[in-house]
């Protein structure tokens, strides 16, 4: 169905026929969910002319968005709030000896 780019000057990827595996030409799209749309196509070989209709979806991130990632500062703030209180004072416990020892 898709096709990797094959050269610099091709920046687009290609959609081909499931039928006679030619490029078609996308007539329109219609969204039907917020990761999911239907792409209407029309086959461009002339002994074909066929009118597919591919279901593009979003599967996984391979990084999630900047605006996702947590700062270091923020995940340990978030794990010492989820332990119980005791564990928390060993962990202060802890920290004010190394800072004693340096």
Same mark, same amino acid.
């Given at each position: ?9 091709? &920046?687009?990827? =290609? %959609? /081909?026929? +499931? ?5 078609? $030409? ?5 969204? %039907? ?5 239907? %792409? ?11 009118? +597919?209709?591919?279901? !593009? ?15 270091? $500062?923020?995940? $340990?703030?978030? /794990? !010492?709030?989820? !332990? +119980?209180?005791?564990?928390?004072? =060993?962990? /202060?416990? &802890?920290?004010? /000896? ?5």
């Amino acid at each position: 169905m898709w096709s990797k780019f094959n050269s610099e000057r091709e &920046s687009m990827a =290609k %959609i /081909f026929c +499931p039928h006679c595996h030619e490029p078609v $030409a996308i007539r329109t799209s219609q969204q %039907i969910t917020n990761t999911t749309r239907e %792409i209407y196509t029309n086959c461009d070989n002339e002994k074909c002319l066929a009118r +597919p209709v591919f279901t !593009l979806s979003h599967s996984h991130d391979t990084q999630p968005p900047i605006s996702k990632i947590m700062e270091p $500062a923020q995940i $340990a703030i978030n /794990f !010492l709030d989820s !332990l +119980p209180e005791d564990q928390k004072q =060993k962990v /202060f416990a &802890s920290y004010e /000896f190394l800072k004693r020892s340096a």
